[in-house]
């Protein structure tokens, strides 16, 4: 069971550019509110009732002023001048202290210049639990996002970043608000966020004045989006055709395209609509006169299909890969091919990110295979420091090469990499696939690696924290291995960040060294390390 139109898009294995509205973070979030809803709450915190009898008043002021108005339109004007009257009561009572807001002041809000409820709203979706029985259908959601080229969104939740990033090694670039679309991006493993983001509630848009103010850049923005749309297929999720952003959008897309091209952004963009419950899919093609174009809209329940479809396009490399590279190459090729005469040289992809801090003054062009297996493995403590550090720049699947060539035995940090989706998503053999998930049972458990620990090289068993032990080592002249042991012991105890330090300091030594061995004790404590991190 497929639809046509995602089949299409499949066989020709490009990276879509995917909208995101509110419609997905309410499908996979537990009380995920629309925007009604949110407004409903808060216009009750601010101390009011009759919510319902201010949305009708406000409506008949919206129809006595516009008679021929659409009801999408009527909607969309009646919910912002609800949020420009509930942000001015809501601040009003804060500033008095009527209301309270936990961890923020009215001293901050003054030098601060924020809106008291655009922080109010921050911490309403700060925090969001999976409903329960979509555990499958996220993970496809999340294998779905890794295979975007660029994601678009009018959400002020981090599900979507959070998400991203839980499913690849190399986390998405955000750009918060209309700053985004006048930064530099490369055009791969990136998220707009075009109504701002709670990790930066200032640029919230709520209001009137929010609104107004958004666009009077509007033109330039939609320019910028129609230049990413035309370079890529185009989906929308969790938008609905009525929805006054997604117009907008479409309709200043058209309006600069000729016919030809026209017939081509047809064929290019489709919109996912909700049909509670069916799991077939009902494939349309709409003439919306309105928006000026015919658009493929897809009805169904069914989006574990959807996404599963989706992310089976692979072009080899990822968007967060092609991005993590990308303005590295364009430095060397680019700026340095202007100085002169290009040497050769071959690199592996993790040395891609310091390469040109050690080529300061050499003329270099890079030559680049279609074949993966051209990249180097890295040795054991590059593979640790890379890990340890979360720098991942090791491509991942040969960092999953890289898990496989280990001993049996070997006590590796690797369960980040252990992922199924991670692991699914590779280009390794099936058999090699297996061989990773029978490995990974063994390596994720924290109890046999823990029990492990020689207690009698433990020199002390309860430390309070890592200062503590490494003092007593000192003055004790106790060797390294006991120090790894003591501190293996009491992991639980201690404070990750300052074992992080710790051992990304004895790893840098190492690699400056060019010692090349790590003992047991220092491989279990890494190991133990990565366990409490990151599993």
Not at 77 to 85: D, E, F, H, V
Not at 384 to 411: K, M, P, V, W
Not at 448 to 462: G, M, N, P
Not at 497 to 523: A, F, W
């Amino acid at each position: 069971m497929e639809t046509k139109r995602i089949s299409l898009l499949k066989e020709k294995n490009e990276f879509p550019i995917i909208f995101i509205g509110a419609g997905m973070s309410k499908r996979f979030l537990k009380g995920y509110p629309s925007w009604e809803e949110l407004l409903e709450r808060l216009w009750k915190e601010a101390l009011e009732d009759n919510f319902y009898g201010k949305l009708n008043l406000i409506r008949d002021e919206i129809l006595g002023e516009k008679h021929d108005i659409e009801s999408r339109e009527l909607n969309h004007l009646i919910n912002i001048k609800m949020g420009t009257i509930i942000e001015s009561k809501f601040n009003s009572l804060f500033y008095n202290e009527k209301i309270l807001i936990d961890g923020f002041t009215t001293r901050e809000a003054y030098h601060q210049k924020i809106s008291p409820l655009k922080v109010r709203i921050s911490q309403l979706f700060a925090t969001g639990e999976l409903i329960t029985g979509k555990e499958n259908e996220y993970e496809m959601f999340k294998k779905m996002l890794a295979k975007s080229q660029i994601i678009l969104t009018t959400n002020y939740d981090d599900f979507i970043e959070k998400s991203y990033n839980e499913s690849s090694p190399v986390p998405i670039t955000k750009f918060i608000g209309q700053k985004g679309f006048f930064s530099e991006n490369f055009g791969y493993s990136e998220l707009f966020k075009l109504h701002g983001c709670i990790e930066v509630p200032a640029d919230i848009i709520l209001s009137e004045k929010d609104y107004e103010k958004f666009d009077k850049n509007s033109n330039l923005i939609s320019a910028k989006v129609i230049s990413l749309m035309l370079k890529s297929p185009i989906i929308f999720l969790g938008y609905s055709l009525t929805d006054l952003n997604v117009r907008k959008i479409i309709k200043d897309l058209t309006s600069s395209l000729n016919e030809a091209e026209l017939e081509i952004l047809e064929k290019r963009m489709i919109l996912i609509e909700r049909k509670e419950g069916e799991q077939s899919f009902e494939e349309i093609t709409i003439n919306d006169s309105d928006l000026g174009c015919k658009l493929s809209v897809i009805r169904t329940d069914n989006y574990a299909k959807i996404f599963e479809e989706i992310s089976k396009i692979n072009q080899g490399l990822a968007p967060s890969e092609v991005r993590r590279y990308y303005h590295v190459m364009r430095e060397l090729v680019v700026d340095r091919g202007k100085k002169g005469a290009l040497k050769s040289l071959l690199i592996a992809p993790e040395g891609l990110e310091s390469i040109s801090k050690n080529i300061e003054n050499s003329n270099v062009v890079i030559g680049f295979g279609d074949d993966k297996y051209i990249f180097q493995i890295p040795d054991l403590i590059t593979y640790c420091y890379d890990y340890i550090s979360e720098s991942f720049e090791i491509n991942t699947d040969i960092s999953l090469r890289f898990i496989l060539l280990q001993n049996g035995n070997a006590r590796i940090p690797a369960s980040y990499y252990l992922k199924d989706e991670l692991i699914d998503s590779s280009t390794l053999h099936p058999t090699e696939k297996q061989k990773l998930l029978q490995r990974k049972e063994r390596l994720i458990d924290f109890k046999k690696h823990y029990d492990a620990v020689i207690t009698s090289q433990v020199i002390l068993h309860d430390a309070r924290n890592l200062n503590q032990i490494i003092s007593l080592a000192k003055s004790k002249l106790v060797n390294q291995d006991k120090v790894y042991e003591t501190i293996s012991s009491n992991i639980n105890r201690l404070n990750m960040n300052e074992v992080k330090d710790y051992i990304l300091n004895i790893l840098d030594e190492k690699r400056v060294s060019g010692d090349i061995h790590l003992s047991t004790p220092l491989r279990r404590l890494i190991l133990l390390y990565d366990l409490k991190k990151n599993y």
